[in-house]
């Protein structure tokens, strides 16, 4: 299963709304991951199951989506929000993730 | 506290092999699906292999490591191993180890500080 991020880079600034955009080639309801990597760091998980926020995330984050198309919405940016995003499908061997979304400051 | 350790990253030869290991603790890695997910300098992720707690823990592999890499578990010693033999340039990555310890359902909530394999001549 492909996983296809868009867009492959968003330069915004703080305060602002983002919204990042993963489908996959085939449906995979709502098995789905979203990551945060920073430079030098593992990725650090934030949701799952397309809508589930991992403990401890922020509020500020949260997603949406099933079948092929998904969506991860940074409410209200903050400086330590700026780093590259993954979604990740979980529905079927191999796992696969997406090609990334670098969040810049603007 | 729940913590997983990468340990062997190396610089191998084409051809060559190399073991690498990760320690689990605050968890037992025998409970939970365990993962290699690698990374190349400066590109994306990818899905490495898994092993599973469920069943005869059958692992799984990315097509570009079949018949090449194996996944296993020492529950005695709460480690998973990655074998990985003919190693290739483009094996070249950081190596995380991955587990699903409070999440279930292949969504990776811990992972270790990753181990660098470099492939080359």
């Known amino acids: 299963i492909q996983m296809t991020q868009s867009p492959s880079s968003v330069s915004a600034s703080v305060g602002d709304r983002v919204t990042i955009t993963c489908r996959a080639s085939q449906g995979i309801s709502g098995w789905l991951a979203w990551y945060q990597q920073k430079q030098g760091k593992a990725p650090k998980l934030l949701i799952y199951?397309?809508?589930s926020l991992q403990s401890g995330v922020p509020s500020r984050f949260s997603g949406s989506g099933s079948g092929t198309d998904f969506t991860l919405t940074i409410s209200s940016l903050q400086p330590e929000d700026f780093a590259t995003y993954y979604c990740q499908q979980a529905n079927s061997f191999p796992y696969t993730f997406g090609q990334g979304t670098k969040l810049e400051i603007k | 506290e729940v913590q997983v350790v990468e340990s062997g990253g190396d610089l191998v030869q084409p051809g060559g092999s190399l073991r690498l290991s990760c320690v689990a603790s605050?968890?037992?890695?025998?409970?939970?699906?365990m993962s290699w997910v690698r990374q190349t300098p400066g590109k994306g992720l990818e899905w490495v292999s898994v092993?599973?707690?469920?069943?005869?823990?059958?692992?799984y592999y990315a097509d570009s490591v079949k018949g090449r890499f194996t996944i296993s578990r020492d529950n005695s010693k709460n480690a998973v191993y990655l074998q990985m033999n003919s190693l290739r340039t483009e094996d070249t990555a950081v190596y995380y180890c991955a587990a699903c310890v409070a999440v279930t359902g292949g969504y990776f909530d811990y992972w270790g500080q990753g181990a660098l394999l470099t492939v080359s001549s």
């Open positions: 605050g968890f037992t890695v025998s409970g939970t699906y």
């Open positions: 092993i599973y707690n469920t069943g005869d823990g059958s692992p």
């Open positions: 199951a397309a809508s």
